[in-house]
Structure formats: C-alpha cells, structure tokens
C-alpha cells in the first residue's frame, strides 16, 4: 500500500489508489474507484463507484462525487461542492443505468458548495465560483459564477483573471504566461 488512508476512511473492493494519495477522516471510496497518484481526498468525502480520478486531484471536505464523474489531472474540488448523475431523479424510480457522464478537465477549479448538473464538461482549467451551479458545458479557460452560471470571463492556469487588449492577448501576472482570445475561445501561446 502506497497511498495513506486514516483509518476511520472505508474504501471497498477493487478500487485503484495511486501512489502518495491521501484519504482523510470518515471518506468512503466505493467499488471500482480509480484515483490517481498524489490526490488528497479531504474528510467526509464519497466517491461512488467506477468514478474516476487523475493525478494531483485535491477533493475538499464534505465533497460527494458520484458515479458518472471523471476528473482528469490537476482538479481543484472545493469544499462541499456536489455532482449529480441523474437529471430527472425520483426516489421511488430506479435509473441507475440512465447515469450521465460529467467530465471534468485537467486543472479545472470548482468553489465551495458549487453544483454541477450532470451530462456537462467543464474546460480545461475553468474557474467555477463558490455557489455556482453549472447546468451547461464550461469552455476551457472560462470564469463562472451564478445561478444558473454565466461566464463573466476568463482565467490563467495560475487562477488569475485575465485582461485583454485590442490584439487579444493577455499575460498571467503570476506566471508571465501568454495567452490569446480569438473568436470567443482562449489558447495559450506558450508552454
């Protein structure tokens, strides 16, 4: 075992913990979980069956990631922020094989107490305000806040908001890094 569990976390069997993961007080990792290497899973947190996690993932407290969910590397998920996996649920009707996918891409930031409805995909390095709920597909880069979300603009990999000028580029004030608007859509001019 090279991961760290505390031991009042559960996790069931057939899960894959990556090297150097940490599992914190009162978590349950749930059948066919994958998480990756150096993840930090805060307390309080389930993670339902067959979900996936990458690498470098931080899972603050009271967080419930249900089945449906994939988060790739670098994901931020704020405390007590909440996925679905079902849009119309009913506790009298079963749909466990109506579950949606919700992925969530590398370096993707999501604040406390937000919810993201499922069948969505939130870009890469996205920015999810504290409180928000996501019931549409985030581009990579965007800034979101609000009930329902609404892009207000758009954020470095650093997690710093971005200022364009006439020419449409913008520099991360932390990381010097370039990037470039063009056609509502933000890339990044250099590594």
Known sequence: MNYFAHET???????????????????HIMTNCRIGDLCNIGQNVVISPDVVIGNRV??????????????????FLGPSM????ITNPRSAVIRKDKY?????????????????????TIGEYAFIGAGTVITKNVKPYAL???????????????????????????ICPE???KYFLKNDFVTKLNK
């Open 100 to 120: 949606e996918t919700t992925l969530v891409k590398k370096g993707a930031s999501i604040g406390a107490n937000a919810t993201i409805v499922c069948g969505n």
């Open 58 to 75: 931080k899972v603050q407290n009271n967080v419930s990631i249900y089945t449906g969910v994939i988060c790739e590397d670098d994901v």
């Open 9 to 27: 976390a559960v996790i069931d069997e057939g899960c894959q913990i990556g090297d150097g993961t940490k599992i914190w007080h009162f978590s």
């Open 82 to 85: 909440v996925f679905t996996n």
């Open 144 to 170: 979101v806040v609000g009930n329902p979300g609404r892009q207000t603009g758009w954020m470095s990999e650093y997690g710093h908001k971005l200022i364009f000028n006439d020419e449409g580029i913008a």
């Open 175 to 177: 990381s010097k890094q």
